[in-house]
T-cell receptor, first 112, second 119 residues
Framework: GDSVTQMEGPVTLSEEAFLTINCTYT??????LFWYVQYPGEGLQLLLK?????DKGSNKGFEATYRKETTSFHLEKGSVQVSDSAVYFC???????????FGKGTRLHILP | NAGVMQNPRHLVRRRGQEARLRCSPM?????VYWYRQLPEEGLKFMVY????????ESGMPKERFSAEFPKEGPSILRIQQVVRGDSAAYFC?????????????????FGPGTRLLVL
């Protein structure tokens, strides 16, 4: 079945470091891809999304490019801040009215 | 413009009791999804509802769990005779019917969740 695999955490970085969180997917068709972020004690917020191959989603300095050839959607940020500490979920959905399939999440700690 | 609202935010139940979780979707949204997040896990889909209809309940446990989204009022996720393994965070998401075409997922907006603890 359709699934998402993302790198396990926790990931600990110093402030201003470069961030990459890897995400790959398995799907029978052409899914939409998402990154959600969950701050402590809160619900999920959509961080960015891409709906077709080669699309780049971006928001708050984060970017991810939909790579069909490698079935990947890696999350990157050039310079992380302490406030970026959270759990990041990679996810996919196949059709418009459909459930989202989530990865297990990657916990990110940014040290000052 | 209020977002997705869920209540209660925290719920404590003893084994065997019933838990009722409420979700009010964003204004203008008629699609509701329920997800469960176990500790240190990602979210798992449970059920997808439109007004007065269950569209997909493939993620719902076959016993003790039920969901509804009436014509008026919030969506309700009901867990009967709770057990310790039901302890989790339950998130509701909503979306609009969608205008961007069949292939593209309409953005689901998530509520803050209800954290259920079964003693």
């Amino acid at each position: 079945g359709d699934s998402v695999t993302q790198m396990e955490g926790p990931v600990t970085l110093s402030e201003e470091a470069f961030l990459t969180i890897n995400c790959t997917y398995t799907a029978t068709g052409y899914p939409s891809l998402f990154w959600y972020v969950q701050y402590p004690g809160e619900g999920l917020q959509l961080l960015l999304k891409a709906t077709k191959a080669d699309d780049k989603g971006s928001n708050k300095g984060f970017e991810a490019t939909y790579r069909k050839e490698t079935t990947s959607f890696h999350l990157e940020k050039g310079s992380v801040q302490v406030s970026d500490s959270a759990v990041y979920f990679c996810a996919l959905a196949m059709n418009r009215d459909d459930k989202i399939i989530f990865g297990k999440g990657t916990r990110l700690h940014i040290l000052p | 413009n209020a977002g997705v609202m869920q209540n209660p935010r925290h719920l404590v139940r003893r084994r065997g009791q019933e838990a009722r979780l409420r979700c009010s979707p964003m204004k203008g949204h008629s699609h509701v999804y329920w997800y469960r997040q176990l500790p240190e896990e990602g979210l798992k889909f449970m059920v997808y509802l439109q007004k007065e209809n269950i569209i997909d309940e493939s993620g719902m446990p076959k016993e003790r769990f039920s969901a509804e989204f009436p014509k008026e009022g919030p969506s309700i996720l009901r867990i009967q005779q709770v057990v310790r393994g039901d302890s989790a965070a339950y998130f509701c998401a909503s979306s609009s019917p969608g205008t961007s075409g069949f292939l593209y997922q309409e953005t689901q907006y998530f509520g803050p969740g209800t954290r259920l603890l079964v003693l």
